[in-house]
DNA sequence: GCCAACGTTGGC
DNA sequence: GCCAACGTTGGC
């Protein structure tokens, strides 16, 4: 893959006891730091372009699921964490010459009224075949359909 | 806290 | 390159 002119749609996982949708909404734009997952890397590095939509999406949370929306406003960088020695997210094969590790930088865009529970999304046949809800899918940032993505905010207000 | 599923590491 | 051991993710 590589980058489109088409709109992009992500769906990014936070652990709200980290860094929640609040946190996002009072940081304003954040880098997107800390993935150590050449996957989800790579989506950032290769595909993630300024202007897509992303769903933030609360994991290890009670209950989980998409609590708002951002805008990637940069593209991705070499992650600062990856060589601070007393980030949690060190890794001390990466170096300034060889980063190795790559964040984007997302915007704020808004805040669900209520969160859409990862349950709800599992009870709409449009959405079966978001890649959220296969089996054993531990991606932290996943691309997501624009049908997928219209059908999720259709179920953001009551 | 449990544990299934997955990714990474390292010995060979 | 195989694969067992280990660490992590994340729903429950």
């Not at 954040?30 to 590095?45: D, I």
């Not at 999304?121 to 991606?139: A, F, H, N, T, V």
């Amino acid at each position: 893959m590589s980058k489109s002119t088409t709109q992009g749609y992500w769906l990014m996982k936070t652990e709200p006891e980290v860094f929640s949708i609040e946190d996002l909404r009072r940081a304003g734009t954040t880098l997107w730091e800390g993935v150590r997952n050449y996957q989800a890397r790579n989506f950032m590095m290769n595909d993630m372009k300024v202007g897509d939509d992303v769903l933030v999406y609360h994991s290890n949370a009670n209950p989980p699921g998409v609590a708002g929306l951002a805008k990637v406003s940069r593209l991705a960088v070499p992650d600062p964490t990856a060589t601070q020695r007393r980030s949690p997210y060190f890794d001390p094969k990466a170096s300034a010459e060889k980063p190795i590790w790559y964040c984007v930088e997302v915007r704020f865009a808004e805040a669900f009224p209520r969160l859409i529970a990862l349950e709800q999304i599992r009870q709409r046949p449009e959405l079966k075949d978001l890649l959220l809800l296969r089996r054993g899918m531990r991606l932290s940032i996943q691309p997501v359909t624009a049908k997928e993505f219209a059908a999720l905010l259709a179920l953001r207000s009551p």
